[in-house]
């Protein structure tokens, strides 16, 4: 990976050209080179690790007040914090580190967590939000990339030139400047990823003194930014599996026997780096949900997300505020979990003939509406008991106090049977064999006229409670979910997002499931028609709080968190694939303000991006012809520079693929910043292949570390005429684009129209 | 058995002398790399000229065993075949599809046409005429002889244990192993059970182990190139790659496989400094055999499916309109050439897989929430447009002189059905696309609107005959300008939400350099009763290539569609993590009471979750034996073991990985039969490892115990789960104790609770 001890060794012939090296001879000629400039060169690294430093701040924190205005997801992660830090539950498919993070910020400033972020543009000023602490905090991460970029290169053995180019490549990424600024998580994440990075190359240049405290010490750094990067978001499993093949590449090689080491010390090898790799992670993983349960103890947005169990151990939770016993007789209201709607009927009639021919019973109509009204009242009825059932109703609405005991044989029961009378058209809740309207797989669920007796069966449910394991457990009222399972079909009553067409009134289709065990067929009882918590009743319950386990909670968490990732697949205006990121064919709108005509539009730097991928395919390139020559047999490049530009490039090239070809298998929708992670390693590989074409001789130029002295500045006036192109071009390209990028200044469509170097940049204000 | 172990003794001994020769001189590679420990497996030097096999071929022997496997395999495959007399599982398409074939209808389906017309050479044998349609009757007819047409496709199926006996000779594995690996796929279920119907699966699996045998042939002689047992397995590769590749696009995972053993086996060739002009025979040799001769095949097929579909039939709207034009009895082949004002058209988008322009009486949900535009692949009356002149160029349509479309004309297109215009504005963006303008249909035709006029751009004119500056039927391409703003009528097959009942998208493409396909139109049918039909067969033209690449892009396109129905809540997909494990077997019919003669889709448990550990076990053996070798302890091995264990393991294992990892990137529906070509080299892998143990670590007699062992067990398990793979008709309570699993729903459904 780098050049550990570069000896200045010449290649012959290739020293011909000594003009070409006016820092090399420095030594040689000290009557002609003014000292300035030999200072100048030998701290070259430290000049440029502050240029880098100082650029990286001006474009990060340039006008960072601007736009005034909630921008892109700051929606999404600005309200976490404010979650936090007003202490209510959220649910997000990510894990914890970077929202904390950015909630730190706001504590540390004093906000309390007032404002909600809820849409795109609400102004900050007048909602008193310090979304410029929020910001300059955020942008603190996004702020170190360039000057990591540094560290990493230098330390992989790259010249001062080589490494200044990959960093000053990566200040002037319109995208980075623009994702680096806001209230994002992916500024952060980038931060842990490359310090990660930059511990494992620390670490692994200290090879030969194994199990000293250097090596130690970048060996848990790895370890612990690993942990960090993965608990921002799940990408950094990405980062992970780079850290671990370069693992798997040192132990392959301490493994053969030719080193000398014993299996002993292989195993402490082993052992050393499981742990710090593997078990540090994890245990850094699991603290960071602990702190997230810690905090958020009040109930909040994301209860429903959760089992019944964990809403009620949060504070102030509604379950546990309203959670009654249902008992037979009382009229309910069934609320579907996933889609939100109630169990209704009206006396509209089924049609006899369905678009497809297919022919219905004719029966009363039972839909799922999506607000309560006196149509979604059921009474629950017992199937045995009748007539003691009937006095019991009687003598309820005769205003009748029963005494508690009388009251507790008629509770609901798990595994009960029962029947579901509709109450204002006094018919039974029933399914039978006839396909429902438009899942025709489904069962068709419909009301009995009560005298109808020859079909009764029909009519009887058992009662499920979900997580019930003793047909003693009792249903309540919002709190626990409970499934619908006709006795006699065995389908459960289930519905779907689906509207029923203009005979059901818009209203959502029920019909039998013939999958009973599936999660959606879940149904919440929210009332019980004129039942109120009395003063005791609320005291004894808000004592009934229950608690859940760290780890129950973090398994239930996790599990929701990687099934509602797999979801996110509604279609997203901006969402794009894989294949069109290194190509930078579209941009995504964050931000507009129709009255100056201002814009943050996320773009790369086109020539920037496009550099990259050249510079990744000719780098492909190189590696093909170095392996078939070596397989010939034939030298083309001497022994040092090849095992360089072999290790650390193909380090840097897989770090590259790692961060993006999984994107290819993911099914969830995708959106440009995604690669931003890639891209950095991309940028990092223009520097490669620069070093690789421009540097020569190689261990003249190699830094050994960020703060080194450099032996010599510029290999070539040529190489320097590059340097200065890309680095020109890409500044330029980044100022002709800082418009769009920071949205401090309103454009002409004239000036818009010119930026769409693509047709498909479909940025605003083209007219 | 005794003669094997001598064999493998005495080439053993002979390789050895060799072996230690090469030694001495370690290859120029490992002295370069002297950091880099040596590769997993030895590169084997090519000119030792040395065959290496372990075990000979011979005739008698190997006779025997390959006629006695067939004919069990035959018992198995062909018991009771015609038991269920009923269209059984997918054979209601392929039987329909043969049916297609005997009445030359063109039809469209997702599969290359090279099983199904073995099929129907099937139907042809049996003397069908294409009358039964099993869409109409789910029991086949008395003038139908299903039992032929099931014993045809059986055929492939019992030809698959003696290949696989042969496959095992050839990769050096001892008749032990080798009779073992023949019995594995004689008794697996899901082999057996889908051998014993008119299917695709025979055809494909039996190709797929023609390859792999062949392949392993062709190993064989990697010592004595261009010989002509050389040229003969690889020429047998080539066709039996082109077979399998014409059966199912699956096939192109075992061309991958083969072609990742050529490329190996080139580069070691280099690698060993070959000279040029070797290496150029090689290359060459090679690029023929296994790239020229599968295309060619591949190609064949498609040229002998247009041959015999020459006559219109339900497939035909995939095809371009040229295409249509040429079947027999198709609308398309007899109607007015010369597009004229007032002219009644369909235009069809030339972006494969687009469709017909069509218009509704829906609205856009956004946008102008005026009347949608959009492209539908099927006949309907909602794709009828009349060709109208701009507002203000006074024209009466039915007594006027009949005046052609011109090149350049600006013309307005009304919608027959609700006589709305169709209409593009600056104000909107398409719904999907945003980059493009929103095209609707909008206003009537008397309405003073700019908005309607489209300028007509010809492109190109297909018949030679004809005026090149007019509108012609079919043979005409063109694209539709929007005076007003400037951009083209496209449709580019994006398919839109529910509220456009998932036709494709049609917008306004403001690309001033457009010039794809998605912007080009071409007029599919015309009706005007004043200018005289014409025989279009003359008029158009099609190629053989043009039309091969169409029909692969639209079946490629129907794959895809193939799609997960969320909604439907299917019983039979499973997903592709579940097929090594079998963990959801499945019903191939729906009815499942006491009387019903069922069938189920089950492989072989032991066989099944013992291939699967070969396959698992065979990576970390690599890495067991690598790490080894890396610490210098010397292999105990016989010479050359170490060589065989990597020639036979790769095609096995890779093969499994190749047939069974590409179906986790698909986004189709997939099935447990889908595992199928994956498992047989699964279960010759098993072989392989019993054969690898057995030599390293069991004494002779115990390696014969061994075998015994497995084949009895596995036979055992076979036979226990017979009554579902024959048919079984008694009530499924009998058979509970086979639900080995929760999953399986032999006995019961996941139904109730």
Redesign the interface.
């Known amino acids: 990976m780098s050049v550990d001890e570069p000896q200045l060794k010449r290649r012959p012939g290739k020293d011909s050209a000594p003009d070409a090296l006016p820092s090399a001879k420095q030594d040689t000629k000290p009557a002609t080179v003014s000292a300035t400039a030999c200072a100048l060169v030998r701290n070259s690294s430290g000049y440029a690790f502050m240029a880098v430093v100082a650029l990286s701040f001006i474009t990060r924190y340039w006008r960072i007040w601007d736009p005034a205005q909630v921008v892109f997801d700051e929606v999404h992660f600005g309200k976490f914090a404010s979650f936090y830090l007003r202490r209510e539950y959220y649910f997000d498919v990510h894990p914890p580190l970077a929202k904390m993070l950015i909630a730190l910020g706001g504590w540390l400033v004093g906000y309390d967590g007032h404002f909600l972020f809820d849409k795109i543009g609400m102004d900050y000023l007048a909602n008193a939000v310090p979304y410029m602490m929020l910001r300059g905090w955020v942008a603190l991460f996004g702020f170190a990339l360039p000057p990591l970029v540094y560290m990493i290169m230098a330390e992989s053995g790259y010249s001062v030139i080589a490494s200044l180019l990959a960093a000053l490549l990566v200040t002037f990424d319109n995208a980075l400047v623009t994702q680096g600024r806001l209230i994002l998580l992916d500024n952060i994440m980038i931060f842990f990823m490359l310090a990660s990075v930059y511990s494992y190359v620390k670490f692994y240049k200290q090879r030969y003194r194994p199990f000293g405290l250097q090596w130690w010490t970048w060996l848990l750094s790895t370890g612990t930014m690993l942990g960090c990067v993965v608990s921002c978001k799940l990408v950094g499993l990405f980062t992970i599996a780079l850290v671990g093949a370069a693992v798997i590449f040192d132990l ?2 301490i ?4 080193r000398g080491t014993t ?1 002993a010390q292989f195993n402490q090898h082993f052992v050393a780096r499981a742990f710090a790799l593997i078990v540090v992670p994890v245990a850094l993983y699991l603290s960071f949900f602990y702190i997230h349960f810690a905090v958020l103890t009040r109930t909040g947005t994301g209860d429903a997300y959760h089992t019944s169990q964990f809403q009620m151990q949060l504070i102030d939770n509604p379950m546990t505020k309203s959670s009654f016993n249902v008992h037979y007789g009382d009229q309910i209201t069934l609320r579907h979990r996933d889609t939100g709607a109630f169990l209704d009927s009206n006396p509209a009639r089924y049609p006899l003939r369905y678009e497809d021919q297919r022919v219905s019973s004719q029966g009363q109509q039972v839909t799922g509406v999506k607000t309560l009204g006196d149509n979604s009242y059921w009474m629950v009825k017992p199937t045995k008991d009748q007539e003691e059932f009937a006095l019991f109703v009687a003598r309820r609405q005769a205003g009748e106090d029963i005494p508690k005991e009388e009251l507790s044989k008629w509770v609901v029961h798990h595994t009960d049977l029962v029947q579901l009378q509709h109450v204002t058209t006094n018919s039974n809740l029933r399914t039978h064999d006839v396909a429902s309207p438009m ?1 025709s ?2 069962m068709e669920i419909t009301t009995l006229p009560l005298n109808d007796t020859a079909n009764a069966a029909d009519t009887v449910w058992k009662v ?1 409670i979900e997580g019930a394991k003793a047909n003693t457990t009792l249903l309540k009222t919002s709190s626990s979910f409970l499934r619908l ?1 006709s006795h006699k079909h ?1 389908v459960a009553m289930w519905t ?1 997002a ?1 509207k029923l067409p203009e005979w059901g009134h818009g209203h959502q289709e029920i019909n039998g ?5 599936e999660k959606s067929t879940l149904w919440l009882i929210t009332e019980i028609r004129g039942r109120q918590a009395s003063a005791e009743e609320l005291e004894e319950m808000s004592k009934k709080q229950t608690s859940l386990s760290f780890l129950e909670k973090f398994v239930e968490l996790q599990g929701l968190m990687i099934k509602h990732n797999n979801a996110l697949t509604s ?1 997203h ?1 901006f969402q794009s694939t894989p294949l069109s990121w290194p190509l930078l064919t579209r941009g995504i709108s964050f931000w507009t303000d129709a009255a100056q005509r201002k814009q943050i539009y996320l773009l790369g730097n086109p020539v920037g991006w496009w550099l990259a991928n050249v510079a990744l395919l000719f780098y492909a390139a190189g590696m093909v012809v170095l392996e ?1 020559c ?4 034939i030298d083309v490049v001497d022994g040092v520079v090849r095992r360089h530009v072999m290790r650390s490039g193909g380090f840097i090239a897989f770090a590259w693929l790692i961060h993006y070809f999984p994107f290819f ?1 993911m099914g969830r929708s995708l959106f440009l910043h995604h690669y931003l992670p890639a891209s950095i390693f991309a940028y990092m590989m223009v520097a490669t292949c620069y070093q690789f074409i421009c540097v020569h001789p190689y261990q003249l130029f190699a830094l050994r570390s960020w703060s080194s002295r450099a032996r010599a500045l510029l290999p070539s006036y040529t190489a320097g005429l590059l340097f200065a192109a890309i680095v020109a071009v890409q500044v330029a390209v980044f100022a002709y684009f800082a418009p769009v990028s920071y949205g401090t200044r309103g454009l002409t469509p004239d000036e818009v129209n010119s930026r769409r170097w693509l ?2 940049y ?1 940025m605003h204000f083209q007219k | 058995m005794t003669s094997t172990g001598n064999t493998s003794k005495g080439g053993g001994a002979q390789t050895d002398q060799h072996q230690s020769s090469d030694d001495d001189k370690p290859s ?2 490992q002295k ?1 790399h002297k ?1 880099f ?1 040596a590769y997993p497996i030895i590169r084997e030097p090519v000119a030792t000229g040395i065959p290496y096999q372990l075990v000979e071929w011979n005739t008698s022997l190997d006779g025997l065993a390959m006629l006695f496997l067939t004919l069990v395999c035959a018992f198995t495959r062909l018991y009771r075949i015609g038991l269920r007399s009923n269209v059984t599982w997918d054979e209601s398409h392929f039987v329909k599809f043969s049916g297609f074939y005997l009445n030359r209808t063109f039809y469209h389906d997702v599969h290359p046409p090279l099983a199904k017309m073995l099929i129907a050479l099937a139907d042809v044998l049996a003397g069908h005429n294409g009358t039964f349609n099993p869409d109409t009757t789910k029991t086949y007819p008395d003038y139908y002889s299903y039992r032929f047409m099931r014993c045809f496709t059986a055929l492939f199926g019992i030809g698959l244990a003696p290949l696989a006996y042969l496959t095992c000779l050839q990769l050096n594995m001892r008749r032990k192993a080798c009779m073992l690996a023949g019995l594995f796929v004689i008794l697996d279920n899901a082999l057996c059970v889908m051998s014993r119907f008119v299917l695709l699966d025979e055809p494909l699996l039996f190709f797929t182990a023609a390859s792999l045998c062949s392949i392993s042939g062709f190993q064989n002689m990697r010592h004595r190139a261009f010989s002509p047992a050389w040229w003969r397995w690889l020429l047998l590769t080539g066709v039996s790659l082109g077979l399998v590749s014409s059966c199912k696009w699956v096939g192109f995972l075992t061309v991958a496989m083969v072609g990742l053993y050529t490329i190996e086996e080139l ?1 070691n060739l ?2 060993d ?1 070959a000279p040029t002009s070797a290496m150029l025979r090689h290359f060459s040799a090679r690029a023929v055999s296994l790239v020229a001769i599968p295309l060619l095949i591949y190609m064949t097929c498609f040229k002998a499916h247009f041959i015999v579909l020459n006559r219109s039939g339900p497939g035909d709207a995939t095809m371009p309109p040229a295409f249509q034009a040429r079947l027999q009895g198709s609308k398309l082949s007899n109607q007015p050439f010369t597009v004229m004002y007032g002219s009644v058209l369909d235009l069809r988008s030339m972006y494969p897989g687009s469709g017909l322009l069509h218009s509704h009486a829906h609205k856009y949900p956004s946008g102008s929430q005026q009347q949608q535009i959009t492209c539908y692949n099927h006949q309907d009356k909602n794709n009828d447009w009349v060709i109208m002149r701009r507002l203000g160029e006074e024209f009466n349509y039915t007594t006027d002189p009949l005046l052609p479309v011109r090149d350049g004309d600006i013309v307005r297109l009304m919608h027959k059905q609700t006589s709305s215009m169709l209409h593009s504005h600056r104000a909107f963006t398409a719904p999907l696309t ?2 493009d303008y929103e095209v609707t249909a909008y206003g009537k035709s008397s309405w003073n609107d700019t908005n309607n006029d489209w300028k007509i751009a010809i492109h190109k004119e297909e018949s030679s005959s004809a005026a090149k500056d007019e509108l012609h039927t079919i043979t005409t391409q063109f694209r539709l300008r929007h005076v007003a703003t400037g951009c083209w009528l496209s449709a580019a097959a994006v398919k839109l ?1 529910s509220w456009g009942f998932r036709q494709n998208e049609v917008t306004c493409s ?2 001033q350099s457009s010039k794809s396909d998605a912007s080009l139109w071409a007029v599919e049918r015309h009706v005007n009763s004043r200018v005289p039909a014409v025989d279009m067969r003359s008029l158009v033209k099609t190629s053989f290539v043009q039309d091969f690449v169409r029909l692969n892009i639209e079946m490629a396109r129907s794959n895809n569609a193939l799609i997960p129905d969320r ?3 299917n019983h039979l997909e499973s997903p592709p993590w579940s097929w090594p494990f079998l963990v959801y077997p499945m019903r191939m019919l729906g009815s499942w009471n006491k009387g019903d003669i069922k069938y189920y889709e089950i492989g072989n448990p032991l066989l099944w979750w013992a291939s699967t550990l070969a396959c698992l076990l065979f990576p970390l053996q690599l890495v067991y034996y690598y ?1 080894r070798k ?3 302890i010397a292999n105990v091995w016989a010479p050359r073991e170490e060589q065989h264990f990597w020639n036979a393991g790769k095609l096995l294992w890779g093969g499994w990985a190749l047939h069974y990892m590409p179906f ?2 698909m986004g189709r529906v997939t099935y447990i039969h889908h595992y199928l070509p994956a498992l047989y080299f699964a279960l010759l892998l098993l072989a392989f490892e019993v054969d690898h143990f057995g030599r390293r670590m069991l004494g002779g007699r115990l390696q014969v115990v061994l075998v015994l062992v497995l084949g009895a067990a596995a036979t055992l398990v076979f036979c226990w789960f017979a009554p579902l793979t024959f048919g079984y008709t008694g009530s499924m309570d009998d058979l509970k104790h086979r639900q080995w699993l929760p999953t399986w729903n032999i006995y019961k459904d ?4």
Not at chain 1, 255 to 258: C, F, Q
Not at chain 2, 750 to 753: E, L, R, T
């Open positions: 392959r090689r493994l053969d026997i030719r299996i899942t797989t489904n499920d399972v065995g779907h689906k499931n013939k999958k009973p065990a279609v205006p078939i070596d397989l010939r047999n298998l047709s498909s479909d | 120029a590679a370069r950091d420990v580069l280099f690698a400094f945003t980059v939400p403001r690309d909604d439907k809540h790490a890396s610490r210098g986790f990137l996941k139904h109730s609770m």
